[in-house]
């Protein structure tokens, strides 16, 4: 429980990368986020979080509908979804539309202030050991990952939202055994401490407004 009586409130969407799959939950990124913006003195609370592994867009959506209790107004919302869309074989044209609503209703969370709203791209797996044991294509998946974020970074321009990317550092060490879990594919606390250190200035910013 948080202290300060005007301590921040934050909301963490999201799947398997904002629950954390294999971990912890101290190390999830969206609570190592808070811990740091804490420790430059931001009175944010720890985040409710509202993800599960597997779920797509719609299903994010869906949960939001019935999430018990009912999702009210943060300080502070974060987004991380889509890859489960991509792993189905969806298009991205489908996750043009679900991404939108899904943003739309981020914005209106955070009091319809889209300066406190923070999406991060979605991560890049077909680099990861997991995909190769597969026989995934890792050109096809980064292809069709690059199509899913260019929506989401169009559409966060659009409305004014702040898009972090993290996919670049998660191809640049998504194949490195201590970046990962022991599944070779969920990320591990030391490759989240990668994606706090890329997030960290953005949210810093964004609470400070």
Same mark, same amino acid.
Not at 108 to 118: E, H, I, K, P, S
């Given at each position: /429980?948080?202290?300060?009586?005007?301590?921040?409130?934050?909301?963490?969407?999201?799947?398997?990368?904002?629950?954390?799959?294999?971990?912890?939950?101290?190390?999830?990124? $969206?609570?190592?986020?808070?811990?740091?913006?804490?420790?430059?003195?931001? $009175?944010?609370?720890?985040?409710?979080?509202? +993800?599960?592994?597997?779920?797509?867009?719609?299903?994010?959506?869906?949960?939001?509908?019935?999430?018990?209790?009912?999702?009210?107004?943060?300080?502070?919302?974060?987004?991380?979804?889509?890859?489960?869309?991509?792993?189905?074989?969806?298009?991205?044209?489908?996750?043009?539309?679900?991404?939108?609503?899904?943003?739309?209703?981020?914005?209106?969370?955070?009091?319809?202030?889209?300066?406190?709203?923070?999406?991060?791209?979605?991560?890049?797996?077909?680099?990861?050991?997991?995909?190769?044991?597969?026989?995934?294509?890792?050109?096809?998946?980064?292809?069709?990952?690059d199509a899913y974020n260019a929506? +989401?970074?169009?559409?966060?321009?659009?409305?004014?939202?702040?898009?972090?990317?993290?996919t670049g550092i998660s191809r640049?060490?998504?194949?490195?055994?201590?970046m990962l879990v022991e599944d070779?594919?969920? $990320?591990?606390?030391? /490759?989240?401490?990668?994606?706090?250190?890329?997030?960290?200035?953005?949210?810093?910013?964004?609470?400070?407004?």
């Amino acid at each position: /429980m948080a202290t300060d009586p005007h301590a921040l409130t934050y909301l963490a969407l999201g799947d398997s990368y904002t629950i954390g799959e294999g971990i912890d939950s101290a190390d999830r990124w $969206p609570v190592r986020l808070t811990l740091a913006l804490r420790g430059e003195g931001v $009175p944010l609370e720890f985040p409710r979080t509202l +993800a599960t592994t597997g779920w797509t867009t719609d299903e994010l959506s869906a949960a939001m509908d019935r999430a018990t209790p009912p999702l009210g107004v943060y300080d502070f919302v974060s987004l991380l979804v889509g890859v489960n869309n991509q792993y189905r074989g969806r298009s991205a044209a489908d996750y043009r539309g679900e991404f939108l609503g899904l943003l739309q209703r981020a914005i209106a969370l955070a009091g319809d202030r889209t300066a406190r709203v923070m999406v991060l791209s979605i991560p890049d797996w077909g680099v990861t050991p997991f995909a190769e044991r597969n026989a995934r294509d890792a050109a096809t998946i980064a292809s069709e990952l690059d199509a899913y974020n260019a929506v +989401a970074a169009e559409l966060c321009e659009a409305h004014g939202v702040a898009f972090v990317d993290i996919t670049g550092i998660s191809r640049e060490h998504g194949g490195d055994p201590s970046m990962l879990v022991e599944d070779g594919l969920h $990320p591990s606390a030391a /490759m989240y401490g990668l994606w706090v250190r890329q997030a960290l200035p953005v949210a810093r910013g964004l609470l400070a407004a």
